[in-house]
């Protein structure tokens, strides 16, 4: 087995396997919630609608990662 002390000697999906190089800024995104703001316009306040998916009532954004049969 040979050490590599350079990591310039290293491919970019070995850097990414060994945690080397990576990015400083994750940004993470709560999951939506009925009752949460909405993400679109900040005062709506999210709800299901017909199709089980969260809308606001303020802008009409609507989260198409819902639904569900019924």
């Given at each position: 087995m040979t050490v590599m002390s350079d990591n310039k000697d290293l491919s970019s999906l070995e850097k990414l396997l060994l945690g080397i190089d990576q990015p400083i800024n994750k940004i993470t995104v709560a999951p939506l919630r009925r009752g949460g703001n909405c993400p679109l316009c900040g005062e709506g306040e999210l709800d299901y609608n017909g199709l089980l998916q969260l809308e606001c009532s303020?802008?009409?954004?609507?989260?198409s990662d819902g639904g569900g049969c019924t």
């Open positions: 303020t802008c009409g954004f609507v989260d």
